[in-house]
């Protein structure tokens, strides 16, 4: 059985940084293009960033490129999602979710999904 666990979520100010984790159990890590979504209050799940499971080829939605970078370190089975310069339209619940197509998960139809970390960026 798959268990995605994120970490590191937390109040910071605006400007600041934070990095997320998501570790990974069960299965081959390798397997999988990894991502994180994330969920404002009253707001739809929204795509943030993806990475394929080689960790070669990256994506970034519009509105945090430039400030967030996803990787991944295979043998500690944890993708992670350094968060740069937040902005308080960055506050939201942050999902860790994996796929083993990569377009599948930029759709929001990761096969596995992690419990969420809340992120708070105070102005």
């Known amino acids: 059985q798959v268990q995605l666990v994120e970490s590191g979520g937390g109040l910071v100010q605006a400007g600041g940084s934070l990095r997320l984790s998501c570790a990974f159990s069960?299965?081959?890590?390798?397997?999988?293009?990894m991502g994180w979504f994330r969920q404002a209050p009253g707001k739809e799940r929204e795509f943030v960033t993806a990475?394929?499971?080689?960790?070669?080829?990256?994506e970034y939605a519009d509105s945090v490129k430039g400030r967030f970078i996803i990787s991944r370190d295979d043998a500690k089975n944890t993708a992670y999602l350094q968060m740069n310069n937040l902005k308080p339209e960055d506050t939201a619940v942050y999902y860790c979710t994996v796929a083993e197509i990569m377009v599948r998960l930029r759709r929001g139809s990761g096969d596995y999904w992690g419990q969420g970390t809340q992120v708070t960026v105070s102005s």
């Open positions: 990475i394929n499971w080689s960790g070669i080829s990256t």
């Open positions: 069960g299965r081959s890590f390798r397997r999988y293009a």
